[in-house]
């Protein structure tokens, strides 16, 4: 999935950081203590989490190394104002794969984290494709049969979460969380409302890949027989 949970307690910087994030066509979930972000991480799987060390309620780098003798290995970025190198050191040994100090350019952290997310396919491209259609998260748009449409947000990570199960069912709450996250308001035809516009968009570039729905499961992504 596109969605990286950031648990950082500065409001404006964690903003400023997920539109960097999201102009990149990936989509931030934000937790301003260790306790939400505790739970956060118990109930969904986050393709990176950025971590800052000083939190209200603990140390990030002691909350990562309880995740990693939990067994959670995603993929992990520090931040931090601490730019001694021993800070460095012990954030490396207790399991993050990248340590950022702050300030820091945006551009620099999204394609930090852009690499983060790479790292279990590193030669994956990063438009994605499935049958006719493809995807460039970066330019927001859908392609097929050199037309081109853009896609909303939630429309996006839908779509770059069916395509990356190659064909296979996604259930309905995993494709809520894709799309809005978990503190996103989600009415409860959110959804259905969603899938029934990349139909539209499909249809409108000529696309022959189908949106099915598979009655009590979720949705897959059909190619064309």
């Known amino acids: 999935m596109s969605r990286v949970a950031l648990i950082e307690d500065h409001a404006r910087l964690a903003d400023m950081v997920r539109q960097a994030l999201s102009g990149a066509g990936i989509e931030t979930d934000i937790f301003g203590t260790l306790s939400e972000a505790h739970y956060g991480i118990s109930q969904a799987n986050y393709a990176v989490l950025i971590i800052d060390r000083g939190l209200p309620d603990g140390d990030g780098l002691e909350f990562l190394r309880k995740l990693r003798e939990a067994g959670r290995m995603m993929p992990c970025m520090m931040l931090t104002a601490r730019d001694a190198l021993h800070d460095r050191i012990d954030g490396l040994e207790t ?106 968009k499909l249809s409108a570039i000529g696309a022959t890949t189908l949106l099915a729905n598979v009655r009590g499961a979720g949705f897959l992504l059909q190619a064309p027989t």
């Open 95 to 200: 399991g993050a794969d990248d340590y950022v100090t702050k300030p820091f350019a945006m551009s620099e952290l999204v394609a930090r984290i852009r690499t983060l997310m790479r790292r279990p396919q590193e030669l994956t491209a990063l438009v994605q494709a499935f049958a006719d259609i493809s995807i460039d998260p970066e330019q927001q748009a859908m392609r097929c049969c050199g037309q081109s449409i853009m896609l909303a947000p939630a429309e996006l990570q839908i779509m770059l979460t069916l395509m990356k199960v190659a064909g296979r069912t996604v259930r309905h709450s995993a494709l809520e969380h894709a799309a809005w996250g978990l503190a996103g308001a989600v009415t409860p035809n959110a959804l259905e409302v969603t899938v029934h516009r990349l139909r539209k």
